[in-house]
């Protein structure tokens, strides 16, 4: 069973840190890049990170560049998104998606394969 389980979500005030984690399982992590969405209330999800297949590259949106940073541990089959000088409009649910053989990396999210729950985060201002 394919799973990905996004952590490490919460309340924090502006201009803290938080890291979130996505542990995967049920499938060849080595094959997979691993992409960060993100989806405000009201707002369409959007695309703020991503890490290619055996990492060769990484994406941040423009929003997040210089703030956020991914990275990935394939001995834990488990990504990181590092989340830097948080601002109020950070806050969002943030998931955790999964795409087979993908060398570059993109933000389209209809192409991605798995899907994760999703985690809280919640920057004050």
């Known amino acids: 069973e394919v799973q990905l389980q996004a952590s490490g979500g919460g309340l924090v005030q502006a201009g803290g840190s938080l890291r979130l984690s996505c542990a995967t399982s049920?499938?060849?992590?080595?094959?997979?890049?691993i992409g960060w969405f993100r989806q405000a209330p009201g707002k369409e999800r959007e695309g703020v990170s991503c890490i290619s297949v055996g990492g060769s590259q990484t994406y941040h949106s423009d929003s997040v560049r210089g703030r956020f940073t991914i990275s990935s541990d394939s001995a834990k089959n488990t990504v990181y998104l590092q989340m830097n000088s948080l601002k109020p409009e950070d806050s969002a649910v943030y998931y955790c998606?999964?795409?087979?053989?993908?060398?570059?990396?993109?933000?389209?999210?209809?192409?991605?394969?798995?899907w994760g729950q999703g985690t809280q985060v919640t920057v004050s201002s």
């Open positions: 998606a999964a795409l087979r053989k993908a060398f570059t990396c993109t933000a389209i999210e209809e192409l991605y394969d798995y």
């Open positions: 049920g499938f060849t992590f080595d094959d997979y890049a």
